[in-house]
């Protein structure tokens, strides 16, 4: 467990990667938003055939996606996306066109991002980048990005 955050909120490259990354590096209360869910739930309707690869399996991969989609459908009980949020990704929003960057591109992270705000949570994630400029609003636990073995 992540010795300095007990609790955490956990973007949706945590759950994809979950069972590569080192437990040590997560909170011992898990949550997720339901905007996690939301981008779960997409996922396996965006395999497509990839004829570059020899290895691709796109039924595979469909496969693996549903597994991760199943697996936070029965581990977590998402947290809504409610109007104190709503009012947090204004927030972040505004940062982010500060910034000279687009919200939109970037609208789901921000909505994940505001619902740890809303919750008071720290936000872990693999792609802390993808949060930069927003650590006066949003508290970001990077975690190492693990190393995944192709899937064949």
Same mark, same amino acid.
């Given at each position: 467990?992540?010795?300095?955050?007990? %609790?955490?909120?956990?973007?949706?490259?945590?759950?994809?990667?979950?069972? +590569?990354?080192?437990?040590?590096?997560?909170?011992?209360?898990?949550?997720?938003?339901?905007?996690?869910?939301?981008?779960?739930?997409?996922?396996?309707? %965006?395999?497509? %055939?990839?004829?570059?690869?020899?290895?691709?399996?796109?039924?595979?991969?469909?496969?693996?996606?549903?597994?991760?989609?199943?697996?936070?459908?029965?581990?977590?009980?998402?947290?809504?996306?409610?109007?104190?949020?709503?009012?947090?990704?204004?927030?972040?929003?505004?940062?982010?066109?500060?910034?000279?960057?687009?919200?939109?591109?970037?609208?789901?992270?921000?909505?994940?991002?505001?619902?740890?705000?809303?919750?008071?949570?720290?936000?872990?994630?693999?792609?802390?980048?993808?949060?930069?400029?927003?650590? +006066?609003?949003?508290?970001?636990?990077?975690?190492?990005?693990?190393?995944?073995? %192709?899937?064949?």
């Amino acid at each position: 467990m992540n010795a300095e955050r007990h %609790q955490g909120l956990l973007d949706t490259n945590i759950l994809v990667l979950r069972r +590569w990354i080192d437990p040590s590096e997560l909170p011992g209360e898990m949550a997720i938003s339901a905007i996690t869910l939301a981008e779960l739930s997409a996922v396996p309707h %965006q395999v497509r %055939q990839n004829h570059e690869q020899d290895w691709y399996d796109e039924h595979a991969e469909r496969a693996r996606r549903l597994d991760v989609l199943q697996r936070a459908e029965n581990e977590f009980d998402p947290i809504p996306f409610g109007a104190e949020a709503a009012r947090v990704y204004g927030r972040l929003a505004a940062a982010v066109v500060s910034a000279g960057r687009k919200p939109r591109s970037r609208a789901l992270d921000l909505m994940i991002a505001a619902t740890a705000v809303a919750e008071g949570l720290p936000l872990f994630t693999t792609n802390p980048d993808d949060f930069s400029g927003l650590g +006066w609003i949003v508290s970001i636990v990077p975690v190492t990005r693990p190393l995944v073995p %192709q899937e064949r």
